[in-house]
């Protein structure tokens, strides 16, 4: 069965540091380009972050550039977001996505997701 499994959410102080990861399983994450979603009370999902398969290109929302860093590990079958700097403007559900890259990106499977609350 494929599954993605976000973890690492949690409540976190502006300025804080937090770690998504994303374990994928009944597939192989080297064949897909990967992505990471939020969607924040009220508003429509958004994209944060996204890798392409093949070159490893990484893309951020201006929003984020700067403060956020997407990897993964092929070997281990997992993702990962590194997010410094939070803001509370970064609160939201946080959802990991493996798909296609080809100029844009396009989504294809989703975790369930992790809450990210940054507040103090």
């Known amino acids: 069965q494929l599954q993605l499994v976000e973890s690492g959410g949690g409540l976190v102080q502006p300025g804080g540091s937090l770690r998504l990861s994303c374990a994928a399983s009944g597939f192989t994450l080297d064949y897909y380009a990967i992505g990471w979603f939020r969607q924040a009370p009220g508003k429509e999902r958004e994209g944060v972050s996204c890798m392409s398969g093949r070159s490893g290109s990484t893309y951020y929302a201006d929003s984020v550039k700067g403060r956020f860093t997407i990897s993964r590990d092929n070997a281990k079958n997992m993702v990962y977001l590194q997010m410094n700097s939070l803001k509370p403007e970064d609160t939201a559900v946080y959802y990991c996505?493996?798909?296609?890259?080809?100029?844009?990106?396009?989504?294809?499977?989703w975790g369930q997701g992790t809450q990210v609350t940054v507040s103090s």
């Open positions: 996505n493996a798909g296609q890259y080809s100029g844009k990106y396009y989504p294809a499977y």
